[in-house]
Nanobody, 116 residues
Framework: QVQLVESGGGLVEPGGSLRLSCVAS????????MGWYRQAPGTQREMVAT???????NYADFVKGRFTISRDNAKNTVSLQMSNLKPEDTAVYYC??????????WGQGTQVTVSS
């Protein structure tokens, strides 16, 4: 079992920045993929960014150039630096992890609200 705890969400004005962090309950060096998904009210959960143990990254088109995902195996942490935030980025952001190609573990989520 891997427990994931997200932090860093909050209220920010359009154009602002936030940094989300996700701390795992065990060493993430052996975890193949970690990532961030988000879900806005009335919508399905969608992929934001993922990072593998290689590491290689993958981003949704709507965040390319604005968001950066990183992982620190020594701190068992994966982070998402979000810049130039837009109102449509408002959602609950979830951290996920998996030992293979799929995500088996999820955090409880952290709310991000972009509004003036």
């Amino acid at each position: 079992q891997v427990q994931l705890v997200e932090s860093g969400g909050g209220l920010v004005e359009p154009g602002g920045s936030l940094r989300l962090s996700c701390v795992a309950s065990r060493r993430i060096g052996s975890i193949y993929v970690m990532g961030w998904y988000r879900q806005a009210p009335g919508t399905q959960r969608e992929m934001v960014a993922t990072i593998t143990s290689r590491p290689s990254t993958n981003y949704a088109d709507f965040v390319k150039g604005r968001f950066t995902i990183s992982r620190d195996n020594a701190k068992n942490t994966v982070s998402l630096q979000m810049s130039n935030l837009k109102p449509e980025d408002t959602a609950v952001y979830y951290c996920g992890a998996g030992y293979d190609l799929g995500f088996s573990y999820w955090g409880q989520g952290t709310q991000v609200t972009v509004s003036s």
